[in-house]
Structures are given as structure tokens and as C-alpha cells.
């Protein structure tokens, strides 16, 4: 979501069931907090009365979708992961053709992926055919602080939704070049808004470099990255492979929007 973009109250979209858009946003809203939120929270987060919210939240404990802790507070429920890693698979179907083209042209590693609360998930990748390259599974998680395609996904939220995520993760140093400051991370992500891509320079691994945009009007918010050993993704490479990065991404957004249904 846009700094700039609040999400929309359910009751202003038309045609729709407003108990299942409301439903909707108290998930995403849930997943925005990092997975677990207590009704105060979503009640301030989503502008909707408490007996709504509650009504809602006991229905979606019913059915698995969330679970109620111990302490009260309100998780995301596992019923949701067959969800994502089904909704997953399409993507991964749609983008190796456009990662396999990054591939072709850049001999490096090509990436897509996901923010799924606090995480980044990795979820397609086409492998560069050099014997030394950078390989992710598909389906691993890292901090978003570390990665390039973590810093693209962040810099289409506000920056205090941001900060609140940083706080919540620690910011984990994984090698000495990781940014673990805040205010410092924010920094570099206003930088990445206004140039329009990221890079991680051996910030989650060390001589590995990674150059990242995002997809513009992707149906759920996604990235996408070349990654590869720093002394072949080299700095002087940089003004060659962002075009085509973001040239690569606007023709997978419009793929993506091709199976969205009207």
C-alpha cells in the first residue's frame, strides 16, 4: 500500500457482502500488526465498532481462520496457510516465464517475492546457470530489513506502519553491513521510493549483492530481484539492470492482472 494510500473502509465499497469485507479487513489488518492483535488495536486500525469486530472474531475463530491466545489477544489461524500457499502457486506459474527472462539477460539469479507479515517469503525463483551463484529456496523467510526485495515491498507503506514492524522484529543484524537503525532504515527507504529500486549489499550475506523493484499493481503486493555474487553484480551493472528489472515487472504485473477477475 502507497505511503500515501489509506486502506478503504468496507462500507464504502459497493456491490460487495459488507460482513465478508469487513471480515477482510480486520484479517489484513491482523496481518499488518505481524500475525497477532488484540481487539482495542483493530478497533482503532479498522474504525469499526467492538460488537462488530467481536461478532466477526468469534466467527473467524469458529472457522479456523484465527485463534484467540491466552492472553485474549487475536492470531492469524492456520486454516489461512493452505489458503496462501494455494494462492502461491499461481504466482509462481505466471512469473518463472519473466524471471527466466532476467535470467537470460543478466546470467543472475532472478527472485519474486511476498511480504507475509513481519516476514519476506520467497516464493519463485529461476537459478542463474553460473557453477558460483545465489540460490534462495522458494518458500524461505527473512527479515525485510536484510533484503533488497524486503526494502522494495516496505517502501509502499507508510512510515510509521513500518517503524511499528521494525520494532516488532528487532531488526537482527546478519552480517555487519545489515542496517539495524530505524530512523537509518527509513532513510534509505525514502531513498528507494524515490529512485524506484532497492539493493541489498551484502546486508543478509556477505559478497552477495541484490538489486530489487517492486510490481506495480500486482493483486497482492510483490517484488521482484536479481541477485548474484558482488563482484559480478557489480555497482557499474546497476544502470543496466534496473530498466530491465522494472521493465520485467510492469510486464508481469500485466500478466498477473490478465487472471484477475473483473
Known sequence: MPPSEERKSPAATGGGVQSLERAFVLLEHMADAGGEIGLSELANDSGLPLPTIHRLMRTLVA???????????????????????????????????????LVDVTGETANMALLDGDEVVYVAQVPSRHSMRMITEVGKRV????????????????????????????????????????????????????????????EQEIGVRCLAVSVPDSPTPAAISVSGPAGRLTEDSTDKIVPLLREVARDLSASLNTHRPE
Open 63 to 101: 472457522s479456523g481462520y484465527v485463534r484467540q491466545q491466552s492472553n485474549r489477544r487475536y492470531a492469524l489461524g492456520p486454516r489461512l496457510i493452505r489458503l496462501g500457499e494455494a494462492a502461491a502457486r499461481p504466482l509462481t506459474t505466471w512469473a518463472r516465464p519473466h524471471l527466466a527472462r
Open 143 to 202: 527479515p525485510p530489513h536484510t533484503a533488497a526485495v524486503g526494502k522494495a515491498l516496505l517502501s509502499q507503506r507508510p512510515d510509521a506502519e513500518v517503524r511499528s514492524m521494525l520494532v516488532r522484529t528487532g531488526m537482527a543484524a546478519l552480517t555487519e553491513r545489515t542496517v539495524t537503525s530505524p530512523d537509518a532504515f527509513l532513510a534509505e527507504l525514502a531513498t528507494v521510493r524515490a529512485d524506484g529500486w532497492a539493493v541489498d549489499d551484502n
